[in-house]
């Protein structure tokens, strides 16, 4: 499976964005879609998963964002809303057979793209 993430960039606290993580190379649907993150001198965190139905969040976006996902277009989404400073990190996009919420569970990864909330 191939990961390309898109759609960061700079956005002011209270704003949105939506993050597009699309995918390649196997079945889709049979994939577990997650999207991680990482703070500057922080590990890597869990954000969003979403396979077969289920959708599982961390509490500290729960509310606020949502995990959605397109299969003709083989795309999994991110829609970010009520942006605040500390969601600022750079976002990953995952691939796995699997809801869990630890980066090891993953085997495909896209590159990552940066998401700055100004204050």
């Known amino acids: 499976v191939q990961l390309q993430a898109s759609g960061g960039g700079l956005v002011q606290a209270g704003g949105s964005l939506r993050l597009s993580c699309a995918a390649s190379g196997r079945t889709f649907d049979d994939y577990g879609m997650a999207w991680f993150r990482q703070a500057p001198g922080k590990e890597r965190e869990f954000v969003a998963v979403?396979?077969?139905?289920?959708?599982r969040y961390a509490d500290s976006v729960k509310g606020r964002f949502t995990i959605s996902r397109d299969s003709l277009k083989n795309t999994v989404y991110l829609e970010m809303n009520s942006l605040k400073p500390e969601d600022t990190a750079v976002y990953y996009c995952a691939a796995g057979l699997t809801v869990a919420v630890i980066t090891s569970s993953y085997g495909y990864w896209g590159q990552g793209t940066l998401v700055t909330v100004s204050s």
């Open positions: 979403d396979r077969w139905g289920t959708r």
